[in-house]
């Protein structure tokens, strides 16, 4: 009896797997560079405004020179604390919650200097520990996707690094891909509505971007993460990226964030077998945004 050849794999296609909010507290980051660590990840967004990014850039440093990744700005604009004084932005120090600043911003009503001098703050504090620009830009809650934040990020992008091109989170979503999925729907539809403003301005400028966005979810459980990922990953577009948001809980994370033991869920499944199931399956695996330039 003649052995039989294994089956031939079949080619996958890049997708970048990206953990948000590294630097938010000890147990995220930590979490997110193991799972850099275990192929799992191919970038993470940097939250530089908060103490963590100091104390835990250095394990990032030493993470990706051993297992190549994606580093990027995670533009924090909400719920925390700035590190500018940002006049007219902020409420008693503290930078305002989604639900004060949409309607500002949709109102044409936000301070383009706050904005624009927090914005600077935090690309600096990015390099004064990175030692370099951040490969991608995306924004935390997504703001950067926001009227009066979009066009100071790709002003100060094309004016800060104008022969290196930052790839910038495009975070638009075909609507009926949005229904399907059938969670988070208004938020999903709202952000891909305010999305459209930021693609047409990358485009016009000529700034890199992902085509093709998931991992919006509504973090109450109701669906299992694994259910949502496979969605997520079916359909993912010509350039895609999914986002993330796993961790453990620890007293930091708790006195600074609403979300908690979702973070939990989500870092189990990454770091599962099934994960790597999952990608297989979608004929995906992860990538670097260097990447869809030579897949293409």
Not at 123 to 139: C, K, M, Q
Not at 284 to 289: G, K, M, Q, S, W
Request: net charge positive.
């Amino acid at each position: 009896m003649t052995d039989q050849p294994p089956p031939e794999r079949r080619p996958t296609r890049p997708i970048i797997v990206c953990a948000d909010d590294y630097g938010i507290a000890p147990g995220v980051s930590e979490a997110i560079a193991e799972l850099i660590g275990a192929g799992r990840l191919s970038a993470t967004s940097c939250m530089t405004a908060l103490p963590d990014w100091k104390r835990r850039a250095g394990l990032l440093r030493q993470t990706a020179a051993r297992h190549p990744a994606d580093v990027g700005l995670h533009l924090t604009l909400t719920d925390h604390l700035p590190l500018t004084a940002a006049p007219g932005l902020t409420h008693a120090g503290r930078l305002p919650p989604m639900g004060r600043l949409l309607p500002r911003a949709l109102a044409r009503a936000l301070p383009r200097q706050a904005i624009r001098d927090e914005l600077r703050a935090q690309l600096d504090a990015f390099e004064d520990a990175w030692n370099g620009p951040p490969d991608y830009i995306d924004g935390h809650q997504h703001a950067h996707v926001l009227p009066g934040i979009r066009e100071e990020l790709v002003a100060e992008l094309l004016l800060r690094y104008p022969s290196t091109p930052v790839w910038v989170r495009d975070c638009c979503e075909p609507p009926a891909r949005c229904v399907r999925r059938g969670t988070a729907l208004p938020k999903a539809l709202l952000i891909s509505s305010l999305g459209l403003g930021l693609r047409h301005l990358l485009r016009r400028h000529g700034l890199p971007a992902n085509d093709g966005f998931a991992g919006l979810h509504d973090f109450s459980g109701r669906v299992p993460f694994r259910t949502l990922m496979r969605s997520f990953l079916a359909g993912s577009g010509p350039r895609p990226l999914v986002h993330v948001h796993p961790g453990r809980v620890d007293d930091e994370l708790r006195a600074c964030d609403v979300l908690t033991t979702p973070r939990e869920t989500e870092l189990a499944y990454l770091a599962s077998a099934a994960f790597a199931d999952d990608l297989g399956d979608a004929g995906l695996h992860p990538a670097r945004f260097a990447d869809f330039r030579r897949h293409a």
